[in-house]
């Protein structure tokens, strides 16, 4: 699927640089970029949940020592 992103001038020249730097077009850098976004969100979800169930699993004792 085709898409516009629109950057500011500040943000095209950091994409650039941050591209050249890593030796791919600035294309290649931006769907990295999307793709670290979306893990990143993934895993702050896994790990929220995680917390959850450890809260769950440890209500009492968590309870017993004031939390």
Known sequence: MAMTLRLTDDEQA???ARAAAEGI???DAARR???EFV???AHR???AVAAD???DA???ALERLGR
């Open 53 to 55: 169930r450890v809260l």
């Open 39 to 41: 893990e990143r969100g």
């Open 25 to 27: 077009s600035m294309q």
């Open 58 to 60: 440890h209500a009492d």
């Open 14 to 16: 950091a994409l650039r």
């Open 33 to 35: 970029a999307v793709r």
């Open 45 to 47: 979800g896994r790990v």
